[in-house]
């Protein structure tokens, strides 16, 4: 079975010690004068921080076929498809700050044509990519004064991708906007939901009262984590003694694809309010500014009725062999930073799951990268999808549809629902592959459509 990112990088060994952590911390500050949220959260795991920040610089700040100003609006377009004001906030300023027209920050109606066009590859990119075919590609480079070239087109797509994907990490993360009494651009700073930054940033040990309070919560979970401990095990010897046919392999990923139909977010919560979901997710800013189409959202890939939408075969169009070399030729060094980001996510582990230790955790790891994969049709002939349904419960399913398709419905009860006995930095890094994943799929379609367009 051949592995997506081969580890020839060599395996992330536990190297966050509280030391290097704090002076990539520091450093950080001192460069940029600030420290966000995401960077907090995202420095428990310090090397895919730093390639992750790398990349973020590149595609913001670095030459590129994009001005500086459209660069942050795209930021702003991306963003506001899921609601999330953290990351509009941010981007305001930074437009304002590159020279940005403040006009703009009115709505879509007040920016030039040419940024209004991208509504649809927005809408589509965010929610369904899987609809994106060349004729939008085509739409876009052949509109007389108001067309994209093909590098600054990549250069929007691989920003629209990654803002909907970092979309994904701060609500699952619980990121609240950084605490600021001004109110700025017309924006409120609110926080939508409990969780406490301090808490993930200092890696506390998950400590919820509804789920330890008692000692049945915590043997309960205990017992959790050793079931899926067995069951790794299991799952390893069963590998090693037969491989499943082909035709076996097909009929798992289509029944784990019907199966992620009946995964809805909120359906294992529904004992609870369901003001969990609406009530925290009040929109101070009006974000419905800078979209269109706001009621578009995610719709299975295996919707009954849209059966004729063909499952895209990753090895008919992979990042490595395709999706890379394409990116790198319109917009050059970005398609290394990235690959470089989606190998160290992959690839990432302190070989520990929760407080055992020298585990590997290669299955889990793919599991989760894949089942993302899954629910945007995306399908990897070499890979048993039996193993997702051995591997990933319920309410961590429920957990990453919500976080991967719906972000801005996550709750705190969520989060903490799944794997009890983890820590908040094993947790994050969950959050990371859901990210990466994401954006890989976004960008598989995208690059697709745009491919097959020169051809």
């Not at 949220?37 to 420095?43: A, D, E, F």
């Not at 700050?97 to 007040?110: F, H, Q, R, V």
């Not at 590998?239 to 990923?253: K, L, N």
């Not at 029944?255 to 969990?276: A, C, I, M, N, R």
């Amino acid at each position: 079975m051949t592995e997506r990112f081969p580890q020839e990088k060599a395996t992330v060994v536990q190297a966050n010690t509280v030391d290097e952590r704090t002076n990539f911390l520091v450093e950080e500050y001192s460069t940029s004068g600030r420290l966000d949220n995401i960077t907090q959260v995202m420095s428990l795991h310090t090397q895919y921080l730093e390639s992750f920040l790398r990349s973020q610089f590149y595609m913001l700040r670095m030459d590129g076929p994009l001005p500086l100003p459209h660069r942050h609006y795209i930021a702003i377009m991306a963003a506001a498809r899921h609601q999330c004001s953290y990351l509009i906030n941010m981007h305001v300023d930074e437009f304002l700050k590159t020279g940005g027209i403040a006009e703009w920050l009115n709505g879509l109606e007040y920016v030039p044509q040419r940024l209004k066009n991208l509504n649809e590859i927005n809408k589509l990119l965010a929610h369904r990519p899987w609809l994106i075919t060349k004729e939008h590609i085509q739409k876009l480079v052949k509109t007389g004064e108001n067309n994209w070239s093909l590098p600054e087109l990549v250069h929007a797509v691989v920003l629209l991708a990654h803002y909907h994907a970092l979309a994904s990490f701060v609500f699952g993360s619980g990121i609240n906007p950084e605490r600021d009494p001004e109110i700025s651009n017309g924006f409120r700073l609110i926080s939508v939901n409990n969780f406490c930054v301090c808490d993930l940033a200092n890696d506390n040990n998950i400590e919820n009262a509804s789920l330890t309070g008692g000692n049945f919560g915590i043997v309960d979970s205990l017992s959790e984590l050793e079931a899926l401990m067995e069951r790794m095990k299991r799952l390893q010897e069963e590998r090693e003694d037969e491989e499943a046919s082909q035709e076996e392999m097909t009929t798992r990923f289509e029944k784990e694809k019907k199966e992620s139909l009946y995964v809805v977010p909120g359906d294992t919560f529904h004992s609870f309010p369901h003001s969990d979901f609406e009530d925290d997710m009040i929109v101070t800013s009006d974000v419905s500014r800078y979209i269109e189409d706001p009621g578009f959202g995610y719709e299975d890939f295996a919707r009954r009725g849209e059966e004729h939408l063909p499952t895209f075969r990753a090895q008919d169009y992979t990042w490595e062999n395709h999706g890379f070399s394409l990116v790198n030729r319109l917009y050059s060094d970005i398609g290394h930073l990235l690959d470089e980001k989606f190998r160290m996510v992959y690839n990432l582990t302190y070989n520990t799951m929760a407080t055992h230790e020298a585990v590997d955790t290669t299955m889990l790891r793919r599991a989760l990268f894949n089942y993302v994969h899954c629910m945007f049709g995306i399908r990897y002939d070499d890979y048993d999808y039996g193993e997702v349904n051995q591997l990933l419960e319920r309410s961590l399913k429920v957990y990453i549809k919500t976080v991967t398709c719906y972000p801005e419905r996550t709750t705190k009860r969520m989060y903490d629902s799944y794997w009890r006995q983890f820590k908040h930095s094993e947790k994050v890094h969950v959050n990371l592959l859901l990210m990466e994943a994401r954006m890989q799929a976004e960008l598989l379609y995208a690059l697709r459509a745009i491919t097959r367009h020169l051809t």
